[in-house]
Nanobody, 119 residues
């Protein structure tokens, strides 16, 4: 129903920037919540940033003031602009979308894109 494909990951030096992109296809709608999560080796997947259907954008404390999430005009693309990257940001970053169903919200995930911050 919804397909998500992430891109833009790579290897960067501490302090550098990356912009991740998530292309959504299928039955995605402008008002469907979308966001970014990440998972480091040995750690649980955690929220990075999210644009809810209503309310303010949510950022994890660890990325606040460094990362910016945004959405394209069509609603089919979501971006994560990452600046001042730190080694602690190293993780697989996953795009997420939610859709309301008869049973509540259903989560859709991309396959992830690797971000490595290392000197």
């Amino acid at each position: 129903q919804v397909q998500l494909v992430e891109s833009g990951g790579g290897l960067v030096l501490p302090g550098e920037s990356l912009r991740l992109s998530c292309a959504a296809s299928g039955n995605i709608r402008r008002f469907d919540p979308m966001g970014w999560y990440r998972q480091a080796p040995g750690k649980e997947r955690e929220l990075v940033a999210r644009i809810p259907s209503v309310g303010s954008i949510i950022y994890a404390d660890s990325v606040r003031d460094r990362f910016t999430i945004s959405r394209g005009n069509t609603g089919n693309t979501v971006y994560l602009q990452m600046t001042s990257l730190k080694p602690e940001d190293t993780a697989v970053y996953y795009c997420n979308a939610k859709q309301l169903t008869g049973s509540g919200f259903r989560d859709y995930w991309g396959q992830g894109t690797q971000v490595t911050v290392s000197s």
